[in-house]
């Protein structure tokens, strides 16, 4: 628009230059009196051609305007959003370069922290295990507080309860010694009787069963206190190295309180109070006596052996009875000590050297086994492997692990180790069993098996201590010899429940089927046997007599 603007005051010059050449040329006033009209005219259209190139120029200029505006306001447009791109790919551009700062920081920080952490994990596992074992510490100690109050009130409630539940097991034993059941049947007050005996003294229900059968209620109570009070230390004297009365008055001096076991031992010694620990004083380890029950006294006796004799310990191991026998033959002869565990047999040639034996040969066999090794023994011991129930105060883990398998298991090992030993005496030799059971089934059933299947009998064991054998027990009957066996019983006799008896042997081999019938049949006579027996004569006598007045009759 301003050029054109210059181009136009230009010409508008030239007229004026042209119309001033005219008035120079012509005269003034013919000038202005002949052409007035024609310039003003001309003028007009100047002016006119001037105002509408004006206004033209005008629009045009305000066209251009409006259009550099839009032109400019695009630009701005355009210029401002390449503005703001760029500003939002700096900001962009920026942003990362943060982030990616941010994240070499935090990397960076992280590997510092790792190694930080590596040179303090030793220390912080340190801490850690500190606090665990404090924590520890504190929640063993919190459930020990708990444990104990819990067990403070379960004792108060439990003596409560226990004293309720003696109170009705009197009341019971009562009722049945005077036959006075009330509403109850005989058989339902046995049960609540079992259940309550099971509660406390903590049998199993199999074990209390069988005691029950074989004891009255009375005594079966008195044998379950007597299996919960301890037995008295005894020990026995070794006559190889010293005598009873050296060894009582050395053990004196040391603070022991002892007595003799009894009339029937030489030997025995009991301990009922000691200062010094009886299994570690210089005796004991010099082998001038042995930690031994006094019941086990009883099977040696019984054997008796003699000097100069061949003598088999089936089941050796530890040693207390190998030992006793050799101390009684006075180291004369030959004992062969055999057991079927080789760690038991490490105790058996301890104490075998600890107590002075030489006459002893240590074997490692199956007892069932040993006829095919050797026979022909003068005398045989066998110390049969039990369940143990006759040393129940020495193992109270015995009333709830034993049942009745257990019992009938091992009674039938013990029938296959008596026939062995039977096997390996010499005709007319002697064998004794013995057991720390009081189980019949362990005791009379084996013996009784042993009569049925080998030529053997039950003679007198030379010995006054113990209760004879049983002739009946359930439904089982045994021969009448069986009343020469002993039985020793904690609450009789106040020592260890034990089982011995002895056998002589007759001939060699197996019983023959002929034979053993008569040896089967029991000589023991029942009430109702003898009822029957008696009926039966009357009608024998009765058919006799009834035969007899036909005959008459007839003739």
């Given at each position: ?9 230009k ?16 005269d ?17 259209q ?10 033209q ?100 409630l ?22 006075d059941?009330?509403k ?53 004297v ?8 050296e ?36 005796e ?50 030959v ?10 047999e ?107 299947n080998?030529?053997v ?36 006799h ?35 046997m ?26």
């Amino acid at each position: 628009m301003s050029n054109k603007k210059a181009q136009f005051s230009k010409h508008t010059l030239q007229l004026a230059q042209k119309y001033a050449q005219q008035l120079m040329q012509n005269d003034v006033i013919e000038l202005k009196s002949d052409d007035d009209k024609d310039i003003k005219s001309e003028d007009e259209q100047l002016n006119l051609e001037e105002d509408q190139d004006e206004q033209q120029e005008q629009l045009e200029e305000q066209q251009d305007d409006e259009n550099n505006d839009m032109n400019d306001e695009e630009d701005q447009d355009d210029q401002d959003d390449q503005d703001d791109q760029d500003n939002q790919e700096d900001q962009d551009d920026q942003d990362n370069q943060d982030n990616q700062e941010d994240l070499d920081d935090e990397q960076n920080e992280e590997d510092e922290q790792e190694i930080v952490e590596e040179k303090e994990e030793p220390k912080k596992q340190k801490k850690i295990k500190k606090q665990q074992q404090q924590e520890v510490e504190e929640q063993q100690e919190e459930q020990m507080e708990s444990f104990q109050q819990e067990e403070d009130l379960n004792d108060q409630l439990f003596e409560t309860d226990l004293n309720a539940v003696m109170n009705r097991i009197n009341k019971i034993i009562e009722a049945l010694k005077q036959k006075d059941y009330g509403k109850y049947s005989r058989e339902e007050l046995l049960n609540e009787l079992r259940k309550h005996l099971c509660t406390y003294y903590g049998y199993n229900q199999d074990l209390m069963s069988h005691f029950s059968s074989m004891f009255k209620p009375a005594e079966l109570v008195a044998f379950l206190d007597a299996n919960d009070a301890p037995r008295p230390i005894t020990i026995r004297v070794n006559t190889l190295r010293t005598r009873r009365k050296e060894l009582a008055q050395t053990l004196v001096q040391r603070g022991v309180n002892l007595d003799s076991v009894g009339d029937w031992t030489k030997v025995g010694l009991v301990i009922y109070e000691s200062k010094v620990p009886i299994g570690a004083t210089p005796e004991y380890l010099s082998g001038h006596y042995m930690l031994q029950s006094a019941s086990s006294f009883l099977p040696v006796l019984a054997l008796a052996p003699q000097m100069n004799e061949r003598i088999l310990d089936m089941a050796a191991a530890p040693g207390g009875k190998t030992t006793y026998i050799a101390q009684l033959m006075k180291n004369s002869g030959v004992i062969f000590a055999n057991d079927t565990s080789k760690d038991r047999e490490k105790a058996l040639f301890y104490n075998l050297q600890r107590m002075g034996v030489t006459n002893c040969i240590v074997t490692n066999y199956d007892g069932r086994k040993f006829p095919k090794v050797m026979k022909n023994f003068d005398r045989v011991l066998l110390d049969a492997p039990c369940t143990g129930l006759g040393i129940i105060s020495k193992d109270p883990s015995i009333k709830a692990q034993k049942q009745m398998r257990d019992i009938l298991k091992h009674s039938h090992l013990q029938k296959e180790l008596l026939l062995s030993a039977i096997d390996c005496c010499k005709k007319g030799g002697i064998i004794v069993y013995s057991t720390c059971s009081v189980s019949v089934h362990e005791n009379e059933v084996v013996l009784q098996y042993a009569l049925n299947n080998r030529h053997v009998k039950i003679i007198d064991t030379g010995l006054q201590v113990g209760n004879p054998g049983l002739l009946k027990f359930e439904d089982k009957k045994f021969h009448s010899s069986m009343n020469l066996a002993k039985r020793i019983y904690p609450h009789v006799h106040n020592m260890d429940g034990f089982f011995y008896a002895k056998l002589k042997k007759i001939n060699h081999g197996p019983i023959k089927e002929e034979i053993k019938k008569d040896v089967q049949e029991p000589q023991v006579m029942t009430k109702k046997m003898k009822k029957k027996q008696k009926q039966l004569e009357k009608l024998r006598l009765g058919e006799a007599r009834k035969q007899s007045q036909q005959q008459q009759q007839q003739q």
